[in-house]
Each structure stands twice: as structure tokens, then as C-alpha cells.
């Protein structure tokens, strides 16, 4: 911290001593405490005029001429909106989550009618407003909507890109994705 | 006219605007082969696109990683918010993806612009409606982080209605949860808690109290360098241990994208139990082996690093902040946490441990919680009393300059103003004794019982002012031109510091013989 040309500057606030510089600070309006009588006036008068400034505002905003009805309709459908779709957003990450629970007890091969159930789950997500969607083979791989499970060697392919989409994707109308489209990529030797 | 809540985190950037009483996540939306996508975060990842020699941001420099030909093609600028905390004027960074870096500071305004652009396409708002924002910043963050963010965002077009530290951001939040909306209920709450914030690359605690719609800062402390980039690397580390490759020997693509592999595999124990967490070499074009790393393992070595938070936790509760406000580890309504990184299993345990008789409340929204916090104070007649985290001051010499003295100009601790309320001012006269007063701007966390910082120790600018009144001001001066004058005794000299609501400090240096002067920006060092 010390340097050679600072040891030549003796510049400091008149009577500084080093046991001062703390107390210099505490004689200052900006610490807390002790507080004098001045600076409690003074906080006094600046919270009552941020109490008038928040009243102004108020007034101000009471003032306003009011929004078209139509405006705030529109507000209101487009709030409405948004809310319905959150809401069939759980109720759809519930269903997927069975679908998903299905298809793999189904690929047990166990000796129930799995085929009705993930049918039905099917669409009942449609119903909901799920949009299934599956990667192109030889699309790019693209972390936002694709997640990797397999490997696959094509010679005839780029190396990196989609080969099969083993398990579809699901996303909302407002474009969640609810669950990201399994696929397997290519990897040439 | 919309108002929001911004978080810029250090992994993700999180935006929620207010909609009468509501507080929606602002979607990010980009399109994809399968059509748009939206997403509740724009990560906060930079990348660089040599070939055009463009900043790519959000989730579009997340996908340009995983296309061929990355490596060569795309740099990646890992961590910007961390990189803050040394800004200065002019500072150069990401050296090792493009020779002569990029400007600090250029880099976050483009982040800014990026972020206000995506959150035109949300569809939230109309073309060209103004935006008024609530910023953030890690409770512990310095005065050059705090300066460089809130200019950044300005430049970027975004109007700052207000700024918060981020645990106070939670504990607003909070209050609205534990009074579920109700205006009136909210009116009426009387609590007091700690928010122990654990994101991607910082770590806060902050002591609050809250009386109905007004919130009280009462102590806080943080880690500058602990979060969730510190677990990933640990991890990313075992990792290509487990795969007998060197983690230090990678090229910095190749670092940066195990980095993010060890992200995910760190994220799915948050997600439910896993005994083991492992890596395909090949996934990174990195050999053949596959490795496994323990979770048990694993969390030892984060427990190491989990220790000191804990422990700063244990003293502001237990501090003399704490006493005089009347609070006690009994009196806590809650300890609240938030931040991605707290979802690991392991930070409640430690917690739990520590502290058993005081009530740990998970939010379930560790990743929209502060910006959350920060749109309800946009738009409710929340009342927010912060304090500075650090001490300010100057190094001066005394005893004829014999020796360096610490003067604190503004102590940690000292109640910051509100934004209608005038900032906070402190003066100092003297008579020079040298043509020339060289003055050492510096921040601490801490000052030791001799009155010297102790804590966290941070340099800024070196002002040199003429006292000499034959020396103009403005003119280029150097520390060797300076001597000893005591012929200026009877000129006088005064410094007028101004905080203002932000904890940003300015230097205002006259020489009171002529009424020449200079003012400085101490964090623009």
C-alpha cells in the first residue's frame, strides 16, 4: 500500500491524527450514530418530504384522465391470458409426466392395455393445448429444444447432427418447452 | 409506461414486470426449428463470433456452442458479473479469445442492449414503450461493480427507477408471500429475517426487518468469489480426473464446455436424489473413457468451501448490528434462501445443522425470487432503508508524513438515503504542505481495531490536485513532481464527497484561494 513518492506527501484535513480519522468520520451528518439533534431535524424534514413527494404522486396519478374502456379491457384479456396459460402449463407438465411414467412401464411389455392410456394421455394434452413436435433427421442439435440420449454412426451424415428423434418434444402455444425432444445424434469413428 | 424488476445474475438474467398486483416472468423468446421458444431466464453467457467479430448473447450463444465448428468459430466471454468487480476505465477482458480482449464496460452495455431488445419481443409490451426498472446488485458488490452496472444499463436505454441489493430484493418477496398479495395483511406483517443469497458467482447474507411496507437493512456481509461457478469447477475438475485428462490443459472452448456439462450434472442433484454424477469424455470430443464422481465425494469438497458462508451467517446474526437492533437467533422469523446455487441438498443441511433452532424456509422460486423483489418494489409503496456494505475512504499521511493513516470517509454500516432524499455529503478542510496532494482512494470490508482496513481490501483511483496555485488544475501531473511546500500553509483546500442513493461516491477537490476545482468519479478509477 505504501510508496515511495506517497511517504513525501503530508496532505491531510487540519489537526488529522490517526486516532481522529475514525471520530472525524462520526462528526460528519452521515453516520448513524450518535446522531446530534441537527441531523435528526434534518432526517425529519427530508422523510416528511418524501412523504409529501409520494402524496404528490399519488394526487398526480388520481388526476390522470382515466384509461379508454377499451384499453383496459384489452389489458385485462391480455392479463387473463397469460394467467390461463400458466395454469394449463402445470396441468400439462402433470399429464406429461404420466405419459412419460406409461411409456416406460409399457416398454416392460407388461400385460395391461398401455396403449389405450398413453392414447388417451395423448389427447388429453392435445386437448390442453400441447404441441407435440420431433426433430427433422439431419437437423442441428439445438439445446434449447433437443436433448441427447443416443448415438448413432452414419458415415453419410455430418457428424453432430440428428439422426432419430426417439422420444417427441412438447412445447405450449406460447412456445414453454415442456419437455425437450430425446434424440439420438450422429458420431462418426 | 412498464415497470420491471431486473436480477442480472451471474449464470442467468431474470426479468418480471409488474401487472397490477401481478408479477409475470418476462419470457425470452427465440426462434427455433419447431417455432418460437420462450424462456423464463436469458442466460447471462457471452460469447464471441470471430468470424463477424459480434457479441452473441442469451440463449442464441448457448446454441451456437453445440453447432460444428464451434471451437474455432465462437470464443466464450464465461462469467461477465464476476469480471465487474475489477472494472476500471478502459479495462480489457477475455484475452484468450481474441488477442487484444474486449472493453469491459462495451461488453455490458451490449448485454444491456441485448437484454432490453429481448424483452421488446416478449410480446409483454407495446413498440417503443418506456421501460422503468428496479436494478440489482450482490449486497457485497464495490463501488466501481455498482458504477459500471447502473451506467451500462443506462446507456442501454433502460430507465433506473430505483436500485437494491439482492437479498433485499428477496426479503421484499418474501413479506408478499408471507402476506400472499393482501395488501392489508402486508400492512400489518412485523418480522425479521436473514436471506442467504447462494447464486452463480456470489454469496450475501443481509439481516432485515420488516414492519409492514417499510424494510430495514440491518447488517450485511457476503464472499465476493464463492457461487455456483466455484461448485461447477470443482466438479468440472473430478470430472476430467475421473476421465484422466488434465482440466488445466484444456483449450479454453474445451474448459468452457465441461464447465457447462458439469453445470447440468451439478443441477440434476437439485433436481432429485443421485448417488453419482458422471462424463462421457466422447460427449466433448475428449477421449473414450467415461468417469464417475461420487455425490458424496463431491459435496465434502463443496462443504470446504460452504464453511466460511455459514460462518458469516453465524456472526450477523450474532453481531453487534444485530444486538442493537434487538435481534436474536430466536427472534428470526426465518432464514430465507434464495440464489440457484442453495437448491443443492447440501446448503440446507449445513444450515440446519448450524442453526437448529431457527426456522429455513427454501423458496420455490430460487431463480425469480430478487428479480421478483425488485418488480414489487417498482410498483408497491415499498419503503426500503439499505446500508453500505463497505467503508470508503482515503489513505492520507500524517505525523509531518511520516507514516499512512486510514481516514473513513463513509463507514459500512452508514444508513445510505433514499433516492428523494438528498445523498449524503461529508467535507474536509486543510492547508496543504506539498504543491501537489496525492490521494488514495480505497474500499474495505472491514477496519481493524488500529483503524486500518482489514477486509476486502480494494483499490480505486489515485487522484493527484494541484494545491499550488501557479499549477493549473487539469494539468497532467505525476506522484515524482511532487514536494514539500510550506509556504502553502495559509492556502486552504476542501473535498467534498457526495454518496448518492446507489453508493456511488464523487470527489469534488477546490482549492479555496482561487475556486478552482475538480470533480472525480472515485469507481470510474
Given at each position: 500500500?505504501?510508496?515511495?513518492?506517497?511517504?513525501?506527501?503530508?496532505?491531510?484535513?487540519?489537526?488529522?491524527?490517526?486516532?481522529?480519522?475514525?471520530?472525524?468520520?462520526?462528526?460528519?451528518?452521515?453516520?448513524?450514530?450518535?446522531?446530534?439533534?441537527?441531523?435528526?431535524?434534518?432526517?425529519?424534514?427530508?422523510?416528511?418530504?418524501?412523504?409529501?413527494?409520494?402524496?404528490?404522486?399519488?394526487?398526480?396519478?388520481?388526476?390522470?384522465?382515466?384509461?379508454?374502456?377499451?384499453?383496459?379491457?384489452?389489458?385485462?384479456?391480455?392479463?387473463?391470458?397469460?394467467?390461463?396459460?400458466?395454469?394449463?402449463?402445470?396441468?400439462?407438465?402433470?399429464?406429461?409426466?404420466?405419459?412419460?411414467?406409461?411409456?416406460?412401464?409399457?416398454?416392460?411389455?407388461?400385460?395391461?392395455?398401455?396403449?389405450?392410456?398413453?392414447?388417451?394421455?395423448?389427447?388429453?394434452?392435445?386437448?390442453?393445448?400441447?404441441?407435440?413436435?420431433?426433430?427433422?433427421?439431419?437437423?442441428?442439435?439445438?439445446?434449447?429444444?433437443?436433448?441427447?440420449?443416443?448415438?448413432?454412426?452414419?458415415?453419410?451424415?455430418?457428424?453432430?447432427?440428428?439422426?432419430?428423434?426417439?422420444?417427441?418434444?412438447?412445447?405450449?402455444?406460447?412456445?414453454?418447452?415442456?419437455?425437450?425432444?430425446?434424440?439420438?445424434?450422429?458420431?462418426?469413428? | 409506461?412498464?415497470?420491471?424488476?431486473?436480477?442480472?445474475?451471474?449464470?442467468?438474467?431474470?426479468?418480471?414486470?409488474?401487472?397490477?398486483?401481478?408479477?409475470?416472468?418476462?419470457?425470452?423468446?427465440?426462434?427455433?426449428?419447431?417455432?418460437?421458444?420462450?424462456?423464463?431466464?436469458?442466460?447471462?453467457?457471452?460469447?464471441?463470433?470471430?468470424?463477424?467479430?459480434?457479441?452473441?448473447?442469451?440463449?442464441?450463444?448457448?446454441?451456437?456452442?453445440?453447432?460444428?465448428?464451434?471451437?474455432?468459430?465462437?470464443?466464450?466471454?464465461?462469467?461477465?458479473?464476476?469480471?465487474?468487480?475489477?472494472?476500471?476505465?478502459?479495462?480489457?477482458?477475455?484475452?484468450?479469445?481474441?488477442?487484444?480482449?474486449?472493453?469491459?464496460?462495451?461488453?455490458?452495455?451490449?448485454?444491456?442492449?441485448?437484454?432490453?431488445?429481448?424483452?421488446?419481443?416478449?410480446?409483454?409490451?407495446?413498440?417503443?414503450?418506456?421501460?422503468?426498472?428496479?436494478?440489482?446488485?450482490?449486497?457485497?458488490?464495490?463501488?466501481?461493480?455498482?458504477?459500471?452496472?447502473?451506467?451500462?444499463?443506462?446507456?442501454?436505454?433502460?430507465?433506473?427507477?430505483?436500485?437494491?441489493?439482492?437479498?433485499?430484493?428477496?426479503?421484499?418477496?418474501?413479506?408478499?408471500?408471507?402476506?400472499?398479495?393482501?395488501?392489508?395483511?402486508?400492512?400489518?406483517?412485523?418480522?425479521?429475517?436473514?436471506?442467504?443469497?447462494?447464486?452463480?458467482?456470489?454469496?450475501?447474507?443481509?439481516?432485515?426487518?420488516?414492519?409492514?411496507?417499510?424494510?430495514?437493512?440491518?447488517?450485511?456481509?457476503?464472499?465476493?468469489?464463492?457461487?455456483?461457478?466455484?461448485?461447477?469447477?470443482?466438479?468440472?475438475?473430478?470430472?476430467?480426473?475421473?476421465?484422466?485428462?488434465?482440466?488445466?490443459?484444456?483449450?479454453?472452448?474445451?474448459?468452457?464446455?465441461?464447465?457447462?456439462?458439469?453445470?447440468?450434472?451439478?443441477?440434476?442433484?437439485?433436481?432429485?436424489?443421485?448417488?453419482?454424477?458422471?462424463?462421457?469424455?466422447?460427449?466433448?470430443?475428449?477421449?473414450?473413457?467415461?468417469?464417475?464422481?461420487?455425490?458424496?465425494?463431491?459435496?465434502?469438497?463443496?462443504?470446504?468451501?460452504?464453511?466460511?458462508?455459514?460462518?458469516?451467517?453465524?456472526?450477523?446474526?450474532?453481531?453487534?448490528?444485530?444486538?442493537?437492533?434487538?435481534?436474536?437467533?430466536?427472534?428470526?422469523?426465518?432464514?430465507?434462501?434464495?440464489?440457484?446455487?442453495?437448491?443443492?441438498p447440501l446448503v440446507p443441511k449445513m444450515l440446519a445443522r448450524r442453526f437448529r433452532d431457527v426456522r429455513l424456509v427454501m423458496t420455490d422460486k430460487p431463480f425469480t425470487s430478487t428479480a421478483m423483489g425488485a418488480a414489487i418494489r417498482s410498483a408497491e409503496g415499498?419503503?426500503?432503508?439499505?446500508?453500505?456494505?463497505?467503508?470508503?475512504?482515503?489513505?492520507?499521511?500524517?505525523?509531518?508524513?511520516?507514516?499512512?493513516?486510514?481516514?473513513?470517509?463513509?463507514?459500512?454500516?452508514?444508513?445510505?438515503?433514499?433516492?428523494?432524499?438528498?445523498?449524503?455529503?461529508?467535507?474536509?478542510?486543510?492547508?496543504?504542505?506539498?504543491?501537489?496532494?496525492?490521494?488514495?482512494?480505497?474500499?474495505?470490508?472491514?477496519?481493524?481495531?488500529?483503524?486500518?482496513?482489514?477486509?476486502?481490501?480494494?483499490?480505486?483511483?489515485?487522484?493527484?490536485?494541484?494545491?499550488?496555485?501557479?499549477?493549473?488544475?487539469?494539468?497532467?501531473?505525476?506522484?515524482?513532481?511532487?514536494?514539500?511546500?510550506?509556504?502553502?500553509?495559509?492556502?486552504?483546500?476542501?473535498?467534498?464527497?457526495?454518496?448518492?442513493?446507489?453508493?456511488?461516491?464523487?470527489?469534488?477537490?477546490?482549492?479555496?484561494?482561487?475556486?478552482?476545482?475538480?470533480?472525480?468519479?472515485?469507481?470510474?478509477?
Amino acid at each position: 500500500m505504501k510508496s515511495a513518492h506517497a511517504r513525501k506527501a503530508t496532505d491531510a484535513p487540519k489537526k488529522q491524527k490517526p486516532a481522529q480519522t475514525a471520530s472525524s468520520a462520526k462528526s460528519t451528518s452521515v453516520t448513524l450514530a450518535p446522531a446530534p439533534r441537527k441531523t435528526e431535524r434534518k432526517q425529519a424534514v427530508s422523510d416528511i418530504l418524501g412523504e409529501i413527494r409520494e402524496l404528490r404522486a399519488m394526487v398526480t396519478k388520481l388526476l390522470e384522465p382515466p384509461p379508454s374502456a377499451q384499453a383496459v379491457l384489452e389489458q385485462d384479456v391480455d392479463s387473463l391470458r397469460r394467467l390461463l396459460s400458466e395454469l394449463l402449463e402445470k396441468r400439462m407438465e402433470s399429464v406429461l409426466n404420466a405419459l412419460v411414467g406409461i411409456r416406460m412401464l409399457a416398454a416392460t411389455g407388461a400385460q395391461t392395455d398401455w396403449q389405450g392410456v398413453v392414447r388417451r394421455l395423448d389427447e388429453l394434452l392435445k386437448e390442453l393445448g400441447a404441441i407435440e413436435f420431433r426433430a427433422e433427421r439431419l437437423d442441428y442439435f439445438d439445446p434449447l429444444i433437443h436433448t441427447v440420449v443416443g448415438e448413432r454412426h452414419d458415415p453419410a451424415a455430418p457428424d453432430g447432427v440428428i439422426i432419430e428423434t426417439i422420444r417427441p418434444g412438447y412445447r405450449t402455444a406460447r412456445g414453454v418447452v415442456l419437455a425437450k425432444a430425446a434424440v439420438a445424434v450422429n458420431r462418426r469413428k | 409506461m412498464a415497470r420491471l424488476g431486473i436480477d442480472y445474475g451471474t449464470t442467468n438474467t431474470v426479468v418480471v414486470c409488474s401487472d397490477r398486483g401481478r408479477y409475470p416472468v418476462v419470457p425470452h423468446i427465440t426462434e427455433t426449428a419447431v417455432g418460437p421458444v420462450a424462456r423464463e431466464v436469458f442466460p447471462s453467457l457471452v460469447v464471441l463470433d470471430r468470424e463477424t467479430g459480434q457479441l452473441i448473447f442469451g440463449s442464441e450463444a448457448e446454441r451456437c456452442l453445440t453447432r460444428p465448428g464451434a471451437e474455432k468459430r465462437y470464443g466464450v466471454l464465461g462469467s461477465l458479473k464476476r469480471l465487474l468487480r475489477d472494472y476500471a476505465d478502459g479495462r480489457r477482458v477475455g484475452q484468450s479469445i481474441v488477442p487484444e480482449g474486449l472493453d469491459l464496460a462495451a461488453v455490458l452495455r451490449e448485454f444491456c442492449g441485448a437484454l432490453r431488445a429481448s424483452i421488446m419481443r416478449s410480446g409483454f409490451f407495446a413498440e417503443n414503450e418506456p421501460l422503468e426498472t428496479v436494478i440489482t446488485w450482490p449486497a457485497n458488490a464495490n463501488g466501481a461493480q455498482r458504477y459500471v452496472t447502473r451506467k451500462s444499463f443506462k446507456d442501454a436505454g433502460v430507465e433506473i427507477l430505483a436500485t437494491l441489493t439482492e437479498p433485499a430484493a428477496s426479503a421484499i418477496e418474501f413479506a408478499d408471500r408471507l402476506a400472499r398479495g393482501n395488501r392489508a395483511r402486508a400492512r400489518q406483517l412485523e418480522a425479521s429475517i436473514a436471506v442467504f443469497d447462494l447464486g452463480g458467482g456470489t454469496f450475501d447474507v443481509s439481516l432485515v426487518r420488516i414492519h409492514g411496507p417499510e424494510f430495514t437493512v440491518v447488517d450485511t456481509a457476503g464472499i465476493e468469489q464463492l457461487g455456483g461457478d466455484d461448485f461447477d469447477r470443482i466438479l468440472a475438475q473430478r470430472l476430467a480426473e475421473a476421465v484422466k485428462i488434465d482440466f488445466d490443459g484444456l483449450r479454453p472452448f474445451q474448459r468452457a464446455m465441461l464447465l457447462l456439462h458439469a453445470r447440468q450434472q451439478k443441477e440434476s442433484i437439485s433436481a432429485g436424489p443421485a448417488a453419482s454424477l458422471t462424463f462421457a469424455a466422447d460427449d466433448l470430443g475428449l477421449g473414450s473413457g467415461v468417469g464417475t464422481v461420487p455425490v458424496k465425494a463431491y459435496f465434502k469438497e463443496l462443504e470446504k468451501l460452504l464453511e466460511p458462508a455459514i460462518e458469516k451467517l453465524w456472526s450477523l446474526i450474532n453481531g453487534a448490528a444485530a444486538r442493537s437492533a434487538g435481534i436474536q437467533s430466536q427472534d428470526l422469523t426465518a432464514i430465507y434462501l434464495v440464489g440457484g446455487s442453495s437448491k443443492l441438498p447440501l446448503v440446507p443441511k449445513m444450515l440446519a445443522r448450524r442453526f437448529r433452532d431457527v426456522r429455513l424456509v427454501m423458496t420455490d422460486k430460487p431463480f425469480t425470487s430478487t428479480a421478483m423483489g425488485a418488480a414489487i418494489r417498482s410498483a408497491e409503496g415499498v419503503r426500503l432503508q439499505e446500508i453500505l456494505s463497505r467503508t470508503f475512504g482515503v489513505l492520507r499521511l500524517a505525523e509531518h508524513g511520516t507514516r499512512d493513516c486510514f481516514d473513513p470517509i463513509f463507514a459500512a454500516g452508514t444508513r445510505l438515503p433514499q433516492r428523494h432524499e438528498s445523498p449524503l455529503r461529508h467535507k474536509v478542510r486543510y492547508s496543504p504542505r506539498h504543491n501537489i496532494g496525492h490521494l488514495r482512494y480505497l474500499e474495505c470490508a472491514g477496519v481493524n481495531a488500529a483503524g486500518w482496513p482489514s477486509d476486502g481490501v480494494r483499490q480505486w483511483s489515485d487522484i493527484l490536485f494541484p494545491y499550488d496555485p501557479a499549477i493549473p488544475v487539469g494539468s497532467r501531473l505525476t506522484p515524482d513532481q511532487i514536494v514539500p511546500r510550506d509556504d502553502l500553509a495559509d492556502q486552504w483546500v476542501e473535498e467534498k464527497y457526495i454518496c448518492d442513493a446507489d453508493g456511488v461516491i464523487t470527489v469534488t477537490i477546490r482549492r479555496l484561494s482561487d475556486g478552482q476545482s475538480c470533480t472525480y468519479e472515485i469507481f470510474r478509477n
